[in-house]
């Protein structure tokens, strides 16, 4: 990233600000259940924890595959940059199969999604849903669903903020 230190600054805090705003999600759904009589405020913190998670998930989306994998195409990436585009971050529903989401591939999904939940809507067998988001679109006229691991998200847009300096340090 050019030792772009704001765009850098930036992923990171946007994947701690992930992290928490799903273990926030979380505790305000429990809060409900135990405080009706605050539900509508409740309701209101739910809604806004939600929109703040989705804007910090297309920034960090944004920022990663136009500034970073767009600067490294496939063909010039070392093994660290390919095994990071490739980290498993969820599952991706489409044709009637269901196959690992790539880090990449999420980035994708995200910044092209037509619909999402908080948590997810699909019942996927061994993903704690509370933990994970839905994405839903269409390409070339086919429907996919994307069942991202947010934590999971956060943690490979955390690597993917500093590798290039890994990457210039493990090559001297």
């Known amino acids: 990233m050019d030792n772009n230190a704001v765009v850098t600054s930036s992923i990171i805090e ?9 273990i926030a999600l979380q505790n305000v759904e429990q809060a409900i259940t135990r405080n009706p009589e605050s539900d509508i405020f409740l309701d209101d913190c739910q809604d806004s924890i939600e929109t703040m998670l989705l804007k910090r ?11 970073v994998f ?11 940059w390919r095994m990071l585009a490739d980290r498993k971050v969820g599952l991706l ?3 009637g199969r269901d196959d690992g989401l790539t880090f990449r591939e999420a980035c994708n999904k995200i910044l092209h999604h037509r ?8 019942s996927v067998v061994g993903l704690a849903l509370q933990d994970c988001a839905q ?29 290039e300096s890994r990457v210039e340090s493990g090559r001297k």
Do not use: K
């Open 14 to 22: 946007d994947a701690f600000l992930i992290s928490c705003l799903v």
């Open 57 to 67: 998930l297309l920034a960090t989306a944004g920022m990663i595959r136009n500034i």
């Open 70 to 80: 767009e600067r490294y195409p496939p063909e010039t990436r070392d093994d660290e």
């Open 93 to 95: 529903l489409r044709d």
């Open 115 to 122: 619909s999402y939940a908080f948590p997810a809507s699909v």
């Open 135 to 163: 994405f839903s679109g269409t390409q070339q006229e086919r429907e996919w669903h994307a069942i991202l691991n947010l934590h999971q998200f956060a943690s490979a847009a955390y690597f993917c903020a500093d590798i």
